[in-house]
């Protein structure tokens, strides 16, 4: 079946500009989460939803970054007054949500580039 | 704090030789400890976890929590296993991961 996709997959802005990256999850998961990935690092967490709420929050930055779930299935983090900070691949994952054991699946990215 | 260390950024063994890939973690607990693994140009995606004790692709990794260490080994390394690998932790129940900065592993024929 079809696996986790994000939208666009690369993304060039300007500095204090707004963007929005989408995230489409595997259809049934419950569980989404928003890493980012600096250059040269791991991946790290912003926030996490169990359907339509945001469980855990606690990863992201600043409050320029915000992310919304409004029907528990896709997904878009948004970002306001981009800074050059804000660059990085910004990764989607979505699980079944059931059990601790269920595995995390991730997108393919999307490269956000900020000028 | 939760931390995952990984402490080499490159890797490069020769076909056929052992390859062993470093992971030690921070916790206070028990966690579930995972190796992650992104081929070029394809999407990041697990490999194995402690709590199935399988080998995939040859790939083995034991939790080791005397040393809070979960290496990951493969007794004959292939070509094509050269690849970015991430060693990463989370707590019990639907939690976020915590990732180490990974290791690139270049297996030169």
């Known amino acids: 079946g079809a696996g986790v996709s994000q939208t666009p997959s690369n993304k060039v802005t300007e500095k204090g500009k707004y963007v929005e990256l989408r995230c489409d999850p595997i259809?049934?998961?419950?569980?989404l989460y928003w890493y980012r990935q600096s250059l040269g690092q791991g991946p790290e967490f912003l926030i996490y939803?169990?359907?339509?709420?945001?469980?855990?929050d606690s990863g992201l930055p600043n409050d320029r970054f915000f992310a919304v779930r409004p029907e528990g299935s896709v997904s878009t983090l948004k970002i306001q007054r981009t800074e050059r900070g804000d660059s990085a691949v910004y990764l989607c994952?979505?699980?079944?949500?059931?059990?601790?054991?269920?595995?995390?699946?991730f997108g393919p990215g999307t490269r956000l580039t900020v000028l | 704090a939760q931390r995952v260390t990984q402490p080499e950024k490159l890797l490069s063994v020769f076909k056929g030789a052992p390859v062993e890939l470093k992971c030690n973690y921070s916790?206070?607990?028990?966690?579930?400890l995972f190796w992650y693994v992104q081929y070029s140009r394809q999407r990041l995606q697990l490999l194995l976890r402690?709590?199935s004790r399988e080998s995939i692709k040859g790939f083995t990794a034991d939790l080791n929590k005397g040393e809070t260490s979960f290496h990951l080994k493969k007794p004959f390394a292939q070509e094509e296993d050269s690849a970015m690998y991430y060693c990463?932790?989370?707590?019990?129940?639907?939690?976020?991961?915590?990732f180490g900065k990974g290791t690139r592993l270049s297996v030169i024929a």
């Open positions: 994952a979505s699980s079944l949500g059931q059990t601790s054991a269920d595995t995390q699946y």
């Open positions: 259809s049934g998961h419950t569980a």
């Open positions: 939803f169990q359907g339509t709420g945001a469980a855990d």
């Open positions: 916790y206070s607990g028990s966690p579930e």
């Open positions: 402690h709590i």
């Open positions: 990463a932790l989370k707590s019990t129940g639907n939690t976020p991961l915590v």
